[in-house]
């Protein structure tokens, strides 16, 4: 031990590589939290990350590839690529960067982003493992939706052509329009051919016959009963659709664009479809995609993104799809048999947002938790602490975001304070398990007679603790070296799946290897 937590109570510290996983599935790069700058934090996350990159380089490949692809962490998984391999690179370590630059871009803009972040941390020259990691990338990711999408022009944004020049990426063999998208690509950008688009690439020339249209005369189209099918073959998002019209987004505007919307955009569009009056109609088609278990599964959306649409969204006619989808995005919460004593912290530090686009908070995630494993079909004592604590009775059969609502309500009834082996000498009865969701900052607890006690050993040995931490710093006050004491980070469902494993001594070194 010999350690302490930021509030002075008994701690210990991670292994490099379980110190950088934790705090990689929580970390939003550049976002401070309650105890630690945002430059400190991106500074212990690329200090371990270089440390482990330079000690193990399949462990990081294997690392970066789940980050962005099964973690969906997208910045920190591009900042992890680039600082393995300029670590590696920096000690003549060559074998396999490629393949760790290229696993860390699922989406069009981000090679362009990985060329931002590298350059302005390493200057211009690029190494040949960055280059052809990127063209990799490039290749797969390159579309004709992708670059109306992504390839805005903005000052400090490399444009596709940027990054076709800087990576020397050629055309994919078996993409027969690829060549000629990339040829348009680097046209445009320096203004050669203009107005010329080569006949393979439909979509961006129906594009174009739309820009072409005059204002005056635009939303007529989208009473046309062709404009879906006219938007979705110019590869039309609502962004672009709402900048063609040169004015507010109306219902029917909203009804045209629909069918071209992915899952995401729709969630986070509740709100704006509400106040531009979108028909009952399209409401229930919209409501009927957000609770599809496989549209769910497929969109990948952390749970918390369902609380946050609940929240934002001003009427009452999403709140059972929201549910239903986030009964199904918590899909992975195991059966636990017999009795599990949830404790959720409410203190102050845990009131901090996510991250500065989001409204949700670190408590939120841990009410989430807490209540979805309650609904499906565990016994759950769910209980709040701080400085005092709360026991929150669950609504057999209700909503779980009602049930989260109810329980975040309550959050200033305790204090400020960490005081979590109070807690727990106080609720615990004999439980088969318990599950800390916290930042793991416990207080230290001399006015109690207890001394400083460690969180591990406030309950007996044998019984399973699991501490979810959701913010990941340096030290923790769970000892995640002894049996049946165990740490889980992050904001998927995965984290669910998790507990199930660990409570079945079940568990794979890391997430991204298969269980012996």
């Not at 950008?189 to 072409?212: C, I, N, Q, S």
Request: glycine share 10%; with cysteine.
């Amino acid at each position: 031990m010999g350690k302490f937590t930021y509030e002075g109570g008994a701690a210990y510290t991670r292994d490099s590589k379980s110190d950088l996983v934790l705090l990689a599935v929580v970390n939003m790069v550049g976002e401070g939290t309650f105890y630690e700058k945002a430059a400190d934090r991106d500074d212990r996350f690329r200090d371990l990350v270089r440390t482990v990159a330079v000690a193990d380089g399949a462990w990081t490949a294997g690392f970066v590839a789940w980050l962005r692809g099964e973690a969906n962490m997208r910045s920190a998984s591009l900042v992890a690529a680039a600082e393995a391999v300029a670590a590696r690179l920096a000690e003549g370590l060559h074998g396999g960067n490629r393949a760790i630059v290229a696993a860390a871009c699922r989406r069009a803009d981000e090679p362009g982003e990985f060329l931002a972040y590298w350059m302005g941390a390493y200057g211009r020259t690029l190494p040949k493992p960055v280059k052809r990691g990127l063209a990799d990338a490039v290749r797969r990711l390159y579309t004709e939706r992708a670059l109306l999408k992504y390839d805005t022009g903005g000052a400090r944004d490399f444009r596709f052509a940027d990054v076709l020049e800087l990576v020397h990426a050629a055309p994919d063999a078996g993409k027969p329009w690829q060549g000629p998208l990339f040829q348009h690509a680097l046209d445009r950008r320096h203004g050669r051919r203009e107005g010329a688009v080569p006949e393979a690439l439909r979509t961006v020339r129906a594009r174009g016959e739309l820009m072409a249209l005059p204002e005056a005369g635009r939303r007529e189209l989208l009473a046309a009963p062709d404009a879906p099918a006219r938007l979705r073959a110019a590869g039309m998002t609502w962004e672009a659709l709402a900048g063609w019209l040169q004015g507010p987004m109306d219902a029917e505007a909203w009804e045209a664009v629909l069918p071209s919307m992915g899952y995401m955009a729709k969630l986070r569009n509740l709100r704006n479809f509400d106040e531009a009056g979108l028909s009952d109609e399209a409401a229930a088609q919209v409501a009927e995609q957000l609770a599809d278990p496989a549209e769910v599964a497929a969109s990948r959306q952390f749970p918390y993104r369902f609380l946050s649409a609940y929240r934002a969204a001003p009427s009452l006619r999403w709140g059972h799809a929201l549910d239903k989808a986030l009964t199904a995005a918590t899909g992975n919460v195991p059966v636990l048999p017999g009795r599990s004593l949830v404790l959720v912290d409410t203190s102050a530090s845990m009131g901090g947002r996510l991250s500065r686009r989001s409204e949700v908070r670190h408590v939120d995630v841990g009410a989430l938790f807490g209540a979805a494993l309650a609904h499906r079909g565990c016994d759950v004592d769910l209980v709040g602490f701080a400085n005092g604590h709360f026991r929150h009775g669950l609504t057999p059969g209700g909503s779980v975001l009602r049930d989260i609502e109810a329980f975040c309500a309550r959050i200033g009834e305790v204090g400020h304070g960490t005081e979590t082996v109070a807690a727990l000498r106080a609720t615990y009865r004999g439980h088969d398990r318990v599950v800390i969701v916290s930042d793991m900052q416990a207080f230290a607890y001399p006015g109690y007679g207890l001394g400083n006690v460690s969180v591990s050993d406030a309950i007996p040995a044998q019984v399973p603790m699991f501490g979810v931490n959701t913010t990941g710093y340096a030290t923790v006050s769970i000892d995640a070296t002894r049996r049946n004491r165990y740490e889980i980070g992050g904001f998927s469902d995965k984290l669910f799946s998790m507990v199930g494993l660990l409570s079945d001594d079940r568990v794979a070194a890391w997430p991204w290897e298969t269980a012996a």
